[in-house]
């Protein structure tokens, strides 16, 4: 099938970027050609039908790369199918509800408004606290969080399968 899609993220220590390349590869099995790119790298998106694009939260807030790339696309993201992802609480249960219902910071949700998204995920996310500085190990204790990896590989895998099944649907 000759339909590009693009999975866009913003990582600071690379757990988004693997949950984006997992989503990437569940596309490419279902026969879709994805690009799977950091945010920031992303100049142009004409050459893609579809655009899914996720960020790490830091303190409430999508990465810096990931809120730009969300502004100065708008409109093109406004052609095309899009599906959002925050990634970020870790511990057990769902990650939507140990965030009371919150899916996206306020600073995006404007604009994601009016580009109507498919969906928006939130994952869980893995704290590595031999890579944290000072401040960031400070600040995780204060909040009790869980510290490891809590992403659920499965989750990821059924969210990516929704978004293969509805491109592979709604292209001829
Ligand atoms: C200093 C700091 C602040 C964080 N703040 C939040 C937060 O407000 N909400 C949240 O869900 N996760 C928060 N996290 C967890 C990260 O989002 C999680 O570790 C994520 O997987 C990091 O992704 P990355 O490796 O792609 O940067 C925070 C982590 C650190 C180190």
């Not at 580009?115 to 401040?135: S, T």
């Amino acid at each position: 099938m000759d339909t590009q899609i693009l999975v866009a993220y913003a990582t600071k220590y690379g757990a988004t970027a693997e949950i984006a390349e997992k989503i990437g590869q569940v596309l490419r099995q279902a026969g879709l050609r994805t690009d799977v790119l950091p945010a920031k790298r992303v100049k142009d998106l004409t050459p893609y039908k579809a655009v899914i694009l996720g960020s790490a939260v830091y303190i409430g807030q999508w990465r810096k790369e990931a809120a730009t790339f969300l502004r100065t696309n708008e409109k093109a993201l406004t052609e095309r199918p899009v599906w959002l992802f925050s990634s970020g609480p870790t511990g057990e249960g769902d990650p939507i509800q140990s965030l009371k219902g919150w899916r996206l910071p306020k600073a995006q949700q404007p604009i994601a408004d009016r580009i109507r998204p498919r969906d928006i995920a939130v994952f869980h996310g893995a704290l590595d606290p031999e890579r944290m500085n000072l401040i960031e190990k400070w600040m995780v204790k204060n909040v009790k969080a869980s510290l490891g990896d809590s992403r659920d590989w499965g989750a990821i895998d059924a969210w990516a399968r929704t978004i293969s099944d509805a491109l592979l649907r709604e292209t001829p």
